[in-house]
C-alpha cells in the first residue's frame, strides 16, 4: 500500500466501556457503548454515520478524534497511531484534525468576541505572524458566510446559523485534514439546517478534507456523505454508497430507518419497530437488533453476525437474514402501516 | 446518621492532625527546635538534653510521631520566661477567659438571634433600620476600637468603670459588652436573612394560606427552618470569639489565655505559643465536630437519610 | 472602518462601551452607595499622593509641641489634628498610615485570591486525591482562627513586612480556592472547556483565558467582600505590635501607641479609628452592592 493509497483515518475494532454506578452502594454496570467498529476515511472522502441517540455514534466520533482512548481496537491518523489524550502529540494533531459540535452556544466562550475565538486555534498552534492570523481569520470567516463585523460580536449577539458558521470557521481556520461533524445541525432552528449542510457540502467539495459526519438524520447524512455507516448498539450493521442504503437498505434496521423518512407524495408504508428502544446497558445475546427485528430467525438469538460483503452484491451488511444464511424469521411481524 | 457522623469525625480527625502537623513544620522552618524553645542563650548542656529528650537526634519521621505522642500525653516544655510547665501555665488562665467569652456568647445569642427575628418579621420599619445599622457598624468596627471608645466614655470621660485589671467583676463588663456586641452584630444580620428567606418561600405563603395564625406559622414553621443555618454560623462565630478575645483581653489587660498568647508571642515564649495555638485548634476542631451534629439534628433531611438505615 | 475585521478596534470600542455604561450606572447608584464610592476614591487618592499632600515628613518631631490638640479641640492649624507624644503630626502619620495599611490589604488581597484560585483549579483539574488535599486544607483554615495561626507563625518567624503581607495573604484563601473549584468544575462540564480542549489548548490556556475571565465578577465581589477583613486583621495585629513596626505607622498601629494617651490626647487613637471604620464600612457596603448587581448567588 503506497502513501497516497493509506486511508487518511483508519479505525480496527474500536471498543468502549463505561462504568455506571447507580446510587452511592448500587453495583457497577458495564456500558459497551462502542463495540467493535472499524471503519476509514480516505482524503477528501465523507463518511456518514448514522444511528439512533444512543447508539454509540458520538462516542466512535470522540474515540477517533482520540479524545478518549479505546479500551480495545486502535485509531491510526495518517498512518501513526493515535497519541494519548492530552499529550503533547495528541495538542500537536488537533490543528490536523478539528470537531464541529451539536450545539454552538455551548461550545463557544460567551465572554469573548468571535473573531477571537476563531483566531485561537491559530494562536495554541502558533501559526503564523499576528498579521497573517488576522488575514487567516477574515479569510475562513468569508468561506463560511460571515460578515467582517461578526468578528466582533459575542456568540450570544449572533443567530444559531452564525454561531455554528463560527464553529465551523474556528474548526477550519488551521486547514485540517480531518473534520468530525457530530450532530452539527440538530440543535439549529429547522430554517437554518439546510443553510448549513449546504455550506458543509460546499467546503468539503471546496477544501476537499476528509470528514466523519455523525447524525441521526439519514437525509442529512445522505446529502453530504459518499459513504454511509449505520450504527446500532456500538456496531456498524451496515455500510455502503448513501443512494444504495437509501433505497436498496439490506439490514432490517436500516429498512426500518428509511421507512421512517417522510416522502412527500409517497404514501406512508412505515416499518414501526417492535419492542423496548435499545438500552445499551442490556444488551441482547446473538444479534443486538434481533428484540426488535421483524424478520428474526434463530439463529440471531445466539450467533452475533458480522459486517461483511454480502454474496450477491457485495454490500456489507451485518445480517444473517441479507446474507442470505438463513431464512427470514415469522414475516407476520412486518407491520405495513 | 451514622455514616454522616462518622465522616465528620474523620474530617475532625484529619483536621486535628494538619493542626499538629502545621505547628510541627513551623517549628521545623523556623530553625533548631532545640533552640527556639529552649532560647538563644540557654546553657549548652540545656539544649542537649533537650535534643534527646525530645529525639531531635532521630530521624525527622521519628521526631514527628514523638511529637504527636508528646502533646496527647500533654508534654509541651517549659515556657521561658518561669521554667514551668507550659500546659500548666495556660491551663491557669482558662478560668478568666471563659469568664468573658461565656458571658459574651451568651450575650451575641440572647440579643443577635432576637434582634434578627424581629427585624425580618418589622422589615423596613424603624427597628429594622437600626438593627441593620448596628449590624454593619458591628461588622465595619473592629474590637479593638470598640473596646477603646468605651474606655473612652465610661472609663476616662464618665468615670463609671474601670479600663483595665481583674479586680472586680465590674472589670468584666467592659470587655464582655465588646465581644457581645460584635457577634450580637454578626448573628443579628445573619438572621435575618435566614429569616427573610425562609419568610419569602411557598410553604410560608401556603401555611398562613391554610388559616394558620401568623405567630402559628413564624414559630412552627419559620423559626425552626431558619435555625438551621444559624447553627451553622455559630460555629464561625466561636472562632470570631476566640480571636476576640485575644484583642479584648490585650486592651484590657485581662489576664486570661488571650493576652498570654499575644505577651508570649512579643517574648518569643515559644513552648507557651505552641500549647495555646493546639489548645484553641483542638477546641475548634471540637466545637465544629459539635455544630455539625446539631446541624444533623436540626436538618431534616439528614433525618430523614437515617429512616432506612434503621430499618 | 467596518471591512477591518480587527478585533483590537473591537475590543476597545466594547471597552468604551463598557466605560459609558459604567458611568450610567453611577448616577443611577443610591445616595449610600454614592458616598462610600467617593469615600474610597478620596482613600486612594490619599494614598497615591501620599508624598505630595502631607504636610511633614510623617517622622519627623516636634519636641516643643508634643500632644497638642487638634483644630476642632482648641489646636491651631499648623497641626490639624494636632500632634503625637513625640510632637509628630497626626495627619502625616494618618496619611502615612492609609498608604501603608492600603498597600498591604491590597497585597494581600491578591495573594490570598492567586492561591486560592490556583488551588482551587488544581483540585477541579486534577480532581481524585489532589482535590480531597485542597479540600482537607481549605476546612483546615476554616476551622482555625486566623488570627491565632497569624500570631504563631510571627511568634516563630519574627517579623517583616513581606512575611505580613504574605500571612495576611493567607487570609481567605480558602474562599477563593472554594469558590474556585466550584465554579471551575462546572466550567469543565460546560462545551467551552471540551471544545478549548479539543482545540489542543493547554490547561493554562483553558484555565487562564477561558475559565478564569468566566468567574471573574463572582471572584472579584469575593475579594471585595474580604477587602475590609484584611485591613481590620492588619490593623488587630498592628494594634497587639505584632504587625508594622516602628518607624514604619499604619492605621492599626496609630491606634495601638494612640492608646497609651487615650486620657490625655485621645486624637491620637480617633483620627485614625475613623478612617478605619469609615474605610470598612464603605468596602463592604460597595462589595454588598457589586454582589446583588454581579451574583445573587454569593452569601
Not at chain 2, 214 to 228: K, Y
Not at chain 3, 28 to 56: C, E, H, N, Q, S
Not at chain 3, 126 to 149: C, H, K, N, Y
Not at chain 3, 205 to 225: D, E, F
Request: some cysteine; hydrophobic content about 50%.
Amino acid at each position: 500500500m503506497t502513501a497516497s493509497q493509506m486511508p487518511l483515518l483508519s479505525a480496527q475494532d474500536l471498543a468502549r466501556t463505561y462504568s455506571i454506578r447507580r446510587g452511592m452502594a448500587g453495583r457497577v454496570t458495564n456500558v459497551r457503548a462502542v463495540d467493535g467498529v472499524t471503519l476509514t476515511i480516505a482524503r477528501g472522502e465523507t463518511l456518514g454515520l448514522v444511528g439512533e441517540s444512543g447508539c454509540g455514534k458520538s462516542t466512535t466520533a470522540r474515540l477517533v478524534l482520540g479524545i478518549e482512548r479505546p479500551d480495545e481496537g486502535q485509531v491510526r491518523f495518517d498512518g501513526a497511531p493515535m497519541p494519548g489524550s492530552g499529550s503533547p502529540g495528541w495538542a500537536a494533531l488537533r490543528k490536523r484534525m478539528q470537531l464541529v459540535f451539536q450545539d454552538p452556544l455551548s461550545a463557544l466562550d460567551r465572554r469573548l468576541p468571535v473573531g477571537l475565538q476563531i483566531r485561537e486555534p491559530l494562536e495554541i498552534h502558533r501559526m503564523g505572524t499576528p498579521a497573517e492570523q488576522n488575514a487567516r481569520v477574515a479569510e475562513v470567516m468569508e468561506e463560511v458566510g460571515l460578515q467582517p463585523h461578526h468578528a466582533d460580536r459575542h456568540p450570544h449577539a449572533l443567530s444559531g446559523g452564525q454561531r455554528q458558521r463560527a464553529v465551523i470557521a474556528r474548526a477550519l481556520v488551521t486547514q485540517p485534514d480531518l473534520l468530525v461533524c457530530d450532530e452539527p445541525i440538530s440543535a439549529l432552528d429547522v430554517s437554518i439546517q439546510a443553510q448549513v449542510m449546504n455550506l458543509l457540502v460546499e467546503l468539503q467539495e471546496r477544501l476537499g478534507m476528509g470528514m466523519l459526519f455523525v447524525s441521526h438524520d439519514l437525509r442529512a447524512v445522505r446529502q453530504i456523505s459518499h459513504r454511509v455507516a449505520v450504527m446500532y448498539l456500538g456496531r456498524i450493521v451496515e455500510e455502503g454508497a448513501p443512494d444504495e442504503i437509501l433505497h436498496a437498505p439490506a439490514h432490517p434496521y436500516s429498512q426500518a430507518l428509511v421507512s421512517a423518512i417522510p416522502h412527500p407524495g409517497k404514501t406512508a408504508r412505515r416499518i414501526v419497530l417492535q419492542g423496548d428502544p435499545p438500552n445499551p446497558a442490556d444488551r441482547p445475546p446473538g444479534c443486538a437488533f434481533h428484540p426488535r427485528c421483524p424478520v428474526t430467525a434463530m439463529r440471531c438469538r445466539t450467533e452475533t453476525p458480522l459486517l461483511k460483503p454480502r454474496p450477491s452484491d457485495g454490500r456489507r451488511v451485518a445480517c444473517h437474514v441479507a446474507q442470505g444464511e438463513v431464512a427470514p424469521g415469522h414475516v407476520g411481524q412486518l407491520e405495513l402501516s | 446518621m451514622l455514616h454522616y457522623l462518622g465522616t465528620r469525625l474523620l474530617r475532625a480527625t484529619v483536621s486535628v492532625v494538619m493542626v499538629v502537623t502545621f505547628v510541627f513544620i513551623v517549628l521545623r522552618m523556623s530553625g533548631d527546635p532545640a533552640v527556639v524553645i529552649m532560647g538563644a542563650d540557654a546553657p549548652p548542656e540545656a539544649v542537649d538534653a533537650f535534643r534527646t529528650a525530645w529525639g531531635l537526634d532521630q530521624p525527622i519521621w521519628v521526631q514527628y510521631l514523638s511529637f504527636f505522642k508528646a502533646i496527647f500525653s500533654g508534654d509541651l516544655g517549659q515556657s521561658m520566661r518561669d521554667g514551668r510547665d507550659a500546659v500548666a501555665v495556660v491551663l491557669e488562665r482558662v478560668p478568666s477567659t471563659l469568664a468573658l467569652t461565656v458571658p459574651a456568647f451568651l450575650l451575641n445569642v440572647g440579643i443577635g438571634i432576637p434582634a434578627g427575628v424581629y427585624a425580618a418579621l418589622h422589615r423596613n420599619t424603624a427597628i429594622d433600620r437600626f438593627v441593620m445599622v448596628m449590624a454593619v457598624t458591628g461588622f465595619a468596627m473592629p474590637s479593638f476600637i470598640l473596646a477603646m471608645l468605651l474606655v473612652l466614655v465610661f472609663s476616662v470621660n464618665l468615670g463609671w468603670l474601670p479600663s483595665a485589671g481583674q479586680d472586680s467583676w465590674l472589670n468584666a463588663i467592659l470587655p464582655i459588652v465588646t465581644m457581645g456586641f460584635g457577634g450580637a452584630a454578626l448573628l443579628a444580620r445573619f438572621t435575618r436573612s435566614a429569616m427573610l428567606e425562609v419568610l419569602g418561600q411557598s410553604y410560608i405563603r401556603t401555611a398562613s394560606a391554610k388559616g394558620l395564625s401568623w405567630s402559628a406559622v413564624v414559630w412552627r414553621h419559620a423559626l425552626q427552618n431558619a435555625a438551621i443555618p444559624t447553627v451553622t454560623i455559630i460555629g464561625f462565630m466561636l472562632g470570631g470569639l476566640v480571636a476576640g478575645a485575644v484583642v479584648v483581653e490585650s486592651v484590657f489587660s485581662w489576664p486570661g489565655v488571650g493576652r498570654l498568647l499575644v505577651v508570649s508571642v512579643s517574648n518569643r515564649d515559644l513552648a507557651v505559643v505552641q500549647a495555646i495555638v493546639l489548645m484553641i485548634a483542638l477546641t475548634m476542631v471540637a466545637a465544629n465536630f459539635v455544630v455539625d451534629i446539631l446541624y444533623g439534628l436540626l436538618d431534616p433531611k439528614m433525618q430523614s437519610q437515617t429512616r432506612p438505615a434503621r430499618a | 472602518m467596518a471591512d477591518i475585521p480587527s478585533s483590537e478596534l473591537g475590543a476597545g470600542q466594547t471597552l468604551a462601551v463598557r466605560a459609558q455604561a459604567l458611568l450610567a450606572q453611577f448616577g443611577k447608584l443610591p445616595v449610600l452607595m454614592l458616598i462610600a464610592v467617593t469615600w474610597l476614591g478620596f482613600m486612594l487618592a490619599v494614598a497615591i499622593l501620599a508624598d505630595l499632600i502631607t504636610p511633614y515628613p510623617y517622622t519627623q518631631m516636634d519636641l516643643h509641641n508634643r500632644l497638642s490638640s487638634p483644630v476642632f479641640m482648641g489646636g491651631d492649624w499648623a497641626h490639624p489634628l494636632g500632634t503625637d507624644e513625640l510632637g509628630r503630626d497626626v495627619l502625616s502619620r494618618l496619611i502615612a498610615s492609609i498608604r501603608m495599611s492600603l498597600l498591604i490589604a491590597f497585597g494581600a488581597t491578591i495573594i490570598g485570591a492567586v492561591i486560592g484560585v490556583t488551588l482551587g483549579f488544581v483540585a477541579a483539574h486534577f480532581r481524585g486525591f489532589i482535590e480531597q488535599i485542597v479540600l482537607a486544607l481549605v476546612d483546615f483554615s476554616a476551622a482555625i482562627p486566623f488570627l491565632v495561626l497569624a500570631l504563631a507563625v510571627l511568634a516563630f518567624f519574627g517579623n517583616s513586612i513581606v512575611l505580613f503581607v504574605c500571612l495576611l495573604g493567607l487570609h481567605a484563601w480558602e474562599r477563593y480556592a472554594r469558590i474556585a473549584r466550584g465554579l471551575a468544575i462546572s466550567g469543565n462540564a460546560q462545551g467551552y472547556s471540551a471544545a478549548v480542549h479539543q482545540l489542543g489548548a493547554s490547561p493554562l490556556r483553558l484555565y487562564g483565558r477561558h475559565i478564569l475571565p468566566n468567574i471573574a465578577s463572582t471572584l472579584i465581589v469575593s475579594m471585595t467582600l474580604a477587602f475590609p477583613e484584611i485591613i481590620l486583621l492588619e490593623s488587630g495585629l498592628s494594634f497587639l505590635g505584632l504587625g508594622v513596626q516602628p518607624p514604619n505607622t499604619s492605621l492599626g498601629n496609630m491606634v495601638g501607641f494612640g492608646r497609651e494617651y487615650l486620657s490625655s490626647a485621645p486624637w491620637i487613637m480617633l483620627a485614625p479609628a475613623f478612617v478605619i471604620t469609615i474605610t470598612a464600612l464603605c468596602i463592604s457596603l460597595v462589595g454588598d452592592g457589586l454582589r446583588d448587581k454581579l451574583d445573587p448567588t454569593l452569601t
